[in-house]
Protein backbone atom coordinates (compact mmCIF):
# COMPACT_ATOMS: atom_id res chain seq x y z
CA UNK A 1 0.00 0.00 0.00
CA UNK A 2 1.26 3.33 -1.08
CA UNK A 3 1.05 6.71 1.28
CA UNK A 4 -1.74 9.24 -0.28
CA UNK A 5 0.07 11.88 -1.93
CA UNK A 6 -0.72 15.20 0.56
CA UNK A 7 -2.81 18.02 -1.45
CA UNK A 8 -1.21 21.28 -2.13
CA UNK A 9 -0.78 23.50 1.57
CA UNK A 10 -0.89 26.72 2.52
CA UNK A 11 1.36 26.50 5.30
CA UNK A 12 2.33 29.66 7.46
CA UNK A 13 5.05 30.90 9.65
CA UNK A 14 5.23 33.18 12.51
CA UNK A 15 8.17 34.78 14.84
CA UNK A 16 7.85 37.11 17.91
CA UNK A 17 11.08 38.43 19.34
CA UNK A 18 10.04 37.80 22.81
CA UNK A 19 7.77 35.15 24.88
CA UNK A 20 5.17 38.22 26.05
CA UNK A 21 4.76 39.05 22.26
CA UNK A 22 1.62 37.87 20.15
CA UNK A 23 1.68 36.21 17.30
CA UNK A 24 -1.87 36.57 16.76
CA UNK A 25 -1.92 39.93 14.54
CA UNK A 26 0.39 38.26 11.88
CA UNK A 27 -1.60 36.45 9.71
CA UNK A 28 -4.40 37.31 10.56
CA UNK A 29 -7.54 36.90 8.22
CA UNK A 30 -4.92 34.58 6.10
CA UNK A 31 -6.79 30.54 5.53
CA UNK A 32 -3.87 28.54 6.56
CA UNK A 33 -3.49 24.86 6.66
CA UNK A 34 -0.97 24.18 8.87
CA UNK A 35 1.22 27.45 11.06
CA UNK A 36 4.56 27.24 12.44
CA UNK A 37 5.90 29.88 15.19
CA UNK A 38 8.67 31.00 17.01
CA UNK A 39 9.16 33.17 19.92
CA UNK A 40 12.87 33.57 18.99
CA UNK A 41 14.68 36.98 18.10
CA UNK A 42 15.14 37.17 13.96
CA UNK A 43 19.22 37.06 14.66
CA UNK A 44 18.70 33.96 16.77
CA UNK A 45 19.86 30.81 15.07
CA UNK A 46 17.67 28.57 16.69
CA UNK A 47 14.30 28.80 15.18
CA UNK A 48 13.30 25.11 15.63
CA UNK A 49 9.51 25.67 14.00
CA UNK A 50 11.33 27.19 11.37
CA UNK A 51 13.59 24.28 10.88
CA UNK A 52 10.06 22.27 11.44
CA UNK A 53 8.20 24.67 8.30
CA UNK A 54 11.10 24.13 5.86
CA UNK A 55 11.23 20.23 6.17
CA UNK A 56 7.67 20.48 5.99
CA UNK A 57 7.32 22.15 2.63
CA UNK A 58 6.57 20.24 -0.56
CA UNK A 59 6.52 20.64 -4.31
CA UNK A 60 3.28 23.16 -5.14
CA UNK A 61 2.86 24.27 -1.40
CA UNK A 62 2.43 28.36 -0.86
CA UNK A 63 4.84 29.32 2.52
CA UNK A 64 2.99 32.41 3.73
CA UNK A 65 4.79 35.01 6.28
CA UNK A 66 4.09 38.09 7.36
CA UNK A 67 7.27 39.74 6.41
CA UNK A 68 10.47 39.62 5.50
CA UNK A 69 12.18 40.85 8.81
CA UNK A 70 9.83 37.72 10.34
CA UNK A 71 11.86 34.82 8.33
CA UNK A 72 15.27 35.75 8.11
CA UNK A 73 18.23 37.76 10.31
CA UNK A 74 19.92 39.34 7.34
CA UNK A 75 19.86 39.81 3.53
CA UNK A 76 21.74 36.64 2.67
CA UNK A 77 19.58 34.61 5.04
CA UNK A 78 16.61 35.85 3.41
CA UNK A 79 18.31 35.13 -0.43
CA UNK A 80 18.98 32.03 0.87
CA UNK A 81 15.37 30.62 2.34
CA UNK A 82 13.51 31.87 -0.36
CA UNK A 83 16.17 30.63 -3.07
CA UNK A 84 16.10 27.27 -1.79
CA UNK A 85 12.21 26.92 -1.20
CA UNK A 86 11.47 27.92 -4.64
CA UNK A 87 14.20 25.87 -5.95
CA UNK A 88 11.70 23.12 -4.90
CA UNK A 89 8.58 24.47 -5.98
CA UNK A 90 7.47 26.05 -2.80
CA UNK A 91 5.73 29.49 -3.76
CA UNK A 92 6.87 32.10 -1.43
CA UNK A 93 4.77 34.79 -0.24
CA UNK A 94 5.25 37.86 1.80
CA UNK A 95 1.98 39.72 2.79
CA UNK A 96 3.18 42.80 4.35
CA UNK A 97 4.78 43.61 1.23
CA UNK A 98 2.49 42.27 -0.98
CA UNK A 99 5.02 39.94 -2.70
CA UNK A 100 5.21 36.35 -4.20
CA UNK A 101 8.12 34.51 -5.29
CA UNK A 102 7.45 31.21 -7.36
CA UNK A 103 10.93 30.32 -8.42
CA UNK A 104 10.13 31.56 -12.60
CA UNK A 105 10.57 35.36 -11.13
CA UNK A 106 11.50 38.05 -13.09
CA UNK A 107 14.76 40.07 -12.85
CA UNK A 108 12.54 42.76 -11.23
CA UNK A 109 11.04 40.33 -8.55
CA UNK A 110 14.49 39.23 -7.57
CA UNK A 111 15.78 42.94 -7.40
CA UNK A 112 12.90 43.86 -5.25
CA UNK A 113 13.63 40.83 -3.15
CA UNK A 114 17.45 42.25 -2.38
CA UNK A 115 16.02 45.54 -2.17
CA UNK A 116 13.43 45.70 0.52
CA UNK A 117 15.69 42.61 2.37
CA UNK A 118 18.58 45.23 2.51
CA UNK A 119 15.96 48.17 3.80
CA UNK A 120 15.03 45.58 6.11
CA UNK A 121 18.21 44.51 7.27
CA UNK A 122 19.17 48.29 7.42
CA UNK A 123 16.21 49.43 9.50
CA UNK A 124 16.98 46.99 12.04
CA UNK A 125 20.20 48.55 12.46
CA UNK A 126 18.87 51.96 12.78
CA UNK A 127 16.79 50.82 15.53
CA UNK A 128 19.78 48.99 17.61
CA UNK A 129 21.91 52.02 16.65
CA UNK A 130 18.69 54.33 17.95
CA UNK A 131 18.43 52.20 21.13
CA UNK A 132 21.94 52.53 21.92
CA UNK A 133 22.57 56.41 21.37
CA UNK A 134 18.83 56.45 24.36
CA UNK A 135 20.37 54.26 26.58
CA UNK A 136 23.47 56.61 26.89
CA UNK A 137 21.68 59.74 26.72
CA UNK A 138 19.54 58.42 30.02
CA UNK A 139 22.78 57.14 31.45
CA UNK A 140 24.19 60.61 31.44
CA UNK A 141 20.75 62.08 32.82
CA UNK A 142 21.43 59.72 35.69
CA UNK A 143 17.82 57.40 34.92
CA UNK A 144 19.07 54.53 33.20
CA UNK A 145 19.48 51.97 35.81
CA UNK A 146 20.38 48.84 33.47
CA UNK A 147 19.48 45.06 34.28
CA UNK A 148 18.65 44.48 38.34
CA UNK A 149 21.86 42.70 39.57
CA UNK A 150 21.12 38.56 39.75
CA UNK A 151 22.61 38.42 43.51
CA UNK A 152 22.22 40.08 46.36
CA UNK A 153 24.78 41.97 48.45
CA UNK A 154 24.11 39.00 51.14
CA UNK A 155 23.95 36.69 48.60
CA UNK A 156 27.32 37.30 47.00
CA UNK A 157 28.58 37.56 50.79
CA UNK A 158 27.23 33.74 51.17
CA UNK A 159 28.61 32.94 48.27
CA UNK A 160 32.01 34.15 48.98
CA UNK A 161 32.07 32.36 52.45
CA UNK A 162 30.88 29.15 50.94
CA UNK A 163 33.62 29.21 48.28
CA UNK A 164 36.30 29.79 51.40
CA UNK A 165 34.98 26.79 52.68
CA UNK A 166 35.54 24.64 49.85
CA UNK A 167 32.09 24.23 47.83
CA UNK A 168 31.85 23.84 44.25
CA UNK A 169 31.47 26.87 41.96
CA UNK A 170 29.50 25.12 39.58
CA UNK A 171 27.29 23.63 42.20
CA UNK A 172 26.84 27.53 44.11
CA UNK A 173 25.98 28.64 40.06
CA UNK A 174 23.20 26.00 40.01
CA UNK A 175 21.75 26.49 43.27
CA UNK A 176 21.76 29.87 42.79
CA UNK A 177 20.34 29.79 39.01
CA UNK A 178 22.94 31.93 37.75
CA UNK A 179 25.52 31.17 35.17
CA UNK A 180 29.37 30.05 36.46
CA UNK A 181 30.05 33.97 34.25
CA UNK A 182 28.02 35.53 36.71
CA UNK A 183 29.22 33.79 40.20
CA UNK A 184 32.92 34.83 38.59
CA UNK A 185 31.90 38.21 38.09
CA UNK A 186 29.96 38.51 41.43
CA UNK A 187 33.36 36.99 43.17
CA UNK A 188 35.63 39.40 41.35
Do not use: W
Not at 107 to 131: D, H, T, Y
Not at 159 to 171: D, F, S
Amino acid sequence: MTAAKRHNMTVGYRRVSALDQNTERQLEGVKLDKVFTDKASGKDTKRPQLQAALEYLREGDLFVIHSMDRLARNLDDLRRIVLDLTGKGVHVQFVKENLTFTGEDSPMANLLLSLLGAVAEFERSMIRERQREGIELAKKKGVYKGRKPSLTPAQVAEIRKRVKAGEKKAALAAEYRISRQTLYAALG
